[in-house]
């Protein structure tokens, strides 16, 4: 391939179809497959699996799992076995989640950096084949190592998902690799790489030693029309959901009062349609790669012009397979 490109999958399609996708994803060149954990729906390391059987050669990464709900050394043991069953293939992502999920399976998300900072130390001690012994505010392992014999180090590198610039710059400071949020304009990707090099700079590393691939939500059809209504749809749901981020994306505050207005919380579907048709295509452009293949193109050239390394395309619609051929050819 000329360019570098990956695919990113929800739970909006099921198992063996997200399964299908990869197979083809990989036979067309894509780099990677990042499987998303949303929403309590579908365990992002149980298709991981899956799609490590049916396939040889592609990246497969989490995108991404939260550090609150798996112990850090089973988390390892985790990602340690799939990478007996992918070697070298394993993308170990991982997130603080987000407060409205969160409180409702009881988990109090308190000092989210700190917490993080520690699953990523104990995850890099146990990939590293070594034992770990750490006494910290949230993760306390005495003696522990994966198996009962010292494990060889694997090559599983750690990716931060990154919204607030604090979270950026400690990807910056301490990861491989920092995933950028879906539903951003280009402007997000260029102040995310300015904070992943303010955390870069304090542990003295490169700019270019951290992988910056970037979630972007792709709606593509030959009929321009159909397919920026079907990512409308999405846009009018983050309007209402995250009002700050959107504004902090360029959105108008006077779109963003009226979408509060007419949309209740939580959403039903009928509404949302109907809110949908105050939101101009300029919006919808602004945060995704929607429209003809060259119109999305065209959109993720601005990314990668803006800072991130990798597109990781967010396909809407149920032809996954035109969209991998749209970008399987490149973008350049």
């Given at each position: ?171 910056g400071e301490i990861a491989d690799g920092v995933l950028l949020n879906y539903l951003t304009s280009p402007a997000y990707a260029a102040n995310a790489l300015h904070q992943i090099e303010i955390g870069a700079r ?131």
């Open positions: 391939m000329p360019d570098r490109v990956a695919l990113f999958l929800q739970d909006s399609y099921p198992l063996r179809d997200a399964t299908q996708y990869v197979r083809y994803a990989e036979t067309r060149g894509f780099e990677a497959i990042w499987q998303a954990e949303p929403r309590l729906d579908r365990d992002a390391l149980v298709a991981l699996a899956a799609y490590a059987a049916n396939t040889n050669r592609i990246k497969l990464g989490s995108g991404v799992v939260n550090n609150w709900t798996r112990n850090a050394a089973t988390l390892a043991m985790s990602f340690i076995t799939l990478d007996d069953l992918a070697q070298d293939r394993i993308i170990c992502g991982v997130g603080t989640w987000v407060d409205e999920l969160a409180v409702r399976v009881g988990v109090r998300r308190d000092r989210p950096l700190l917490a993080l900072r520690e699953m990523i130390q104990v995850l890099r001690t146990l990939f590293d084949g070594q034992r770990a012994s750490f006494q910290g505010q949230f993760i306390r392992l005495d003696n522990v190592s994966i198996g009962a014999r010292r494990i060889d180090p694997r090559v599983i590198p750690i990716y931060i998902a990154a919204t607030s610039p604090a979270m950026m710059a400690l990807g304090k542990a003295g590393r490169p700019i270019d030693s951290i992988e910056r691939p970037q979630l972007i939500v792709c709606s593509v059809d030959q009929d321009r029309t159909i397919a920026l209504d079907r990512a409308r749809q999405l846009v009018t749901q983050y309007l209402r959901q995250q009002p700050q981020t959107m504004k902090a994306n360029g959105v108008r505050q006077e779109l963003l009062n009226e979408i509060m207005q007419v949309l209740p919380n939580p959403l039903d579907a009928r509404q949302v349609a109907e809110a949908a048709r105050l939101v101009p295509d300029d919006v919808v452009q602004l945060v995704t790669a929607a429209g003809t293949p060259e119109d999305c193109k065209a959109k993720v050239r601005e990314y990668l012009a803006a800072g991130a390394t990798c597109p990781v395309l967010y396909p809407l619609g149920s032809d996954v397979n035109f969209m991998i051929d749209t970008f399987a050819t490149g973008y350049t």
